[in-house]
């Protein structure tokens, strides 16, 4: 592998890690606040599960000779991070642990849209030409298979409700539609990605996606909104929200950097 | 000691490592056992030991690598011990035992079973069929919640996984 190869393969694997990371850490401000009991466990297990599959890219970073895993997760700023705009987005207004405001119209389009993406993405690393990436999306693949049947269900059943959820699910979609458009973008290393063969063209995931997504919206009568690009989070240009989410994060591991756990 | 004795009782001391939540059943039971390379080393043997992960953020994983480490160091012949966690060949729920399917039971936990693409559940406390889902997500990552409508009985099952998903 040359340097350049190295480097590109490095952005994909920060992309794929910070993504799940992100995804897994507003999954888990739900905690406790989620619309019932059983949906809590299930909401709160499926950001378990994700933040798993970040340690997994993390612990691929640290093979490459990145740095340790947790250091990856924990002591990268914001400018440094590779993740789609969608996944730092906060989850509404206020602090889970004050007054919170959350959406969960947005958290279910946010997490149906983002779990489709990733099973797109996940069925084309199983081809990828870096091996050790083929494996770990494999073994992603069968717990994912979980979260999009979860998110699918609620998707659907939420827009075939009454007509206010109707219409807050309408916004939701605008709102995440208009974050959506660097989620299958590999940034500037995107040309070396993909002559590698680490993972196939954005253009054609990007293609797969609405083709998957098409059905269900036929389905449901909804047209989709217009995708947009608020800003490139795969060449590190995020929102405030990252700042806030990173400084929760990291709040325990950044107390005392060489403390074992 | 031959080598094939040493192997045995690897096997076994690998045998008392049970599952943190779950102690009926140990990891072989569970299928996380792959593989073990010997090697031998000045007056003794090296060993790794590979282990497969049931799903990736289980946090039992560290607790049962730490409790193979300590029931491998009670074998003196062995100098060296390493214990990884790998991913290829992925876990899948077809590599539970038999002993580890009873085991499940025992605890009250029906095991996955899959027929002809299907997931079939019956209650571990009575057999039943006659059951519901109430949650595909369950207290731990790899269970979900059922209840059995012919004995009344709350019960976890474990979730398939396969490559076929």
């Known amino acids: 592998m040359t340097e350049q190869e190295r480097t590109a393969l490095a952005a994909l694997l920060y992309q794929l890690a910070d993504d799940d990371f992100l995804y897994a850490f507003r999954g888990s401000e739900w905690l406790g606040l989620a619309p019932h009991i059983e949906e809590d466990v299930a909401s709160s297990s499926i950001a378990q599960d994700s933040m798993g599959h970040a340690a997994m890219y993390y612990q691929l970073l640290e093979e490459l000779g990145e740095g340790k895993a947790d250091a990856l997760a924990h002591v990268r700023l914001a400018h440094e991070r590779k993740n789609s705009i969608l996944v730092e987005r906060v989850n509404g207004p206020g602090y889970y642990m004050e007054t919170p405001e959350y959406d969960w119209a947005y958290a279910v389009v946010r997490n149906y849209c983002y779990t489709l993406a990733k099973k797109i993405r996940i069925d084309a690393l199983k081809n990828s030409s870096y091996a050790p990436l083929a494996v770990a999306a494999v073994k992603i693949n069968m717990e994912l298979y979980y979260h999009l049947l979860h998110w699918q269900t609620w998707f659907t059943q939420l827009y075939q409700a009454t007509p206010t959820a109707r219409q807050k699910m309408d916004a939701a979609l605008e709102q995440v539609l208009a974050d959506f458009g660097d989620m299958f973008d590999y940034g500037e290393h995107g040309d070396v990605i993909e002559e590698m063969r680490l993972i196939e063209g954005q253009g054609i995931l990007l293609d797969r996606w609405y083709q998957t997504l098409t059905p269900t919206l036929v389905e449901l009568d909804v047209t989709l909104p217009e995708m947009r690009m608020s800003s490139n989070g795969r060449n590190g240009e995020h929102s405030a929200d990252l700042n806030d989410a990173l400084s929760t994060l990291g709040e325990v591991y950044l107390i005392d950097q060489s403390a074992v756990w | ?165």
């Not at chain 2, 049970?18 to 073990?36: N, Q, R």
């Not at chain 2, 100098?79 to 025992?106: A, C, N, Y």
């Open chain 2, 1 to 165: 000691m031959t080598t094939l004795a040493l192997q045995q009782e690897i096997q076994a001391a690998l045998d008392t490592v049970k599952d943190p939540e779950i102690d009926a059943v140990s990891i072989l039971d569970l299928g996380m056992f792959d593989t073990m390379e010997l090697t031998e080393s000045a007056g003794g043997y090296a060993l790794r030991v590979t282990l497969l992960p049931t799903f990736l953020g289980c946090p039992a994983l560290d607790i049962i690598k730490k409790n193979t480490i300590a029931a491998l160091e009670q074998i003196t012949a062995l100098q060296t011990i390493d214990v990884v966690f790998i991913f290829d060949p992925p876990w899948t729920s077809d590599r539970i035992t038999e002993r580890g399917i009873e085991g499940l039971k025992s605890f009250g936990i029906a095991p996955p079973r899959v027929v002809d693409g299907s997931w079939e559940i019956d209650c571990p406390y009575c057999g039943s069929t006659f059951v519901s889902i109430e949650n595909l997500f369950g207290p731990t990552a790899c269970r979900s919640i059922l209840y059995c409508k012919t004995c009344k009985n709350p019960f976890e099952a474990m979730k398939p996984v396969s490559t076929l998903m």
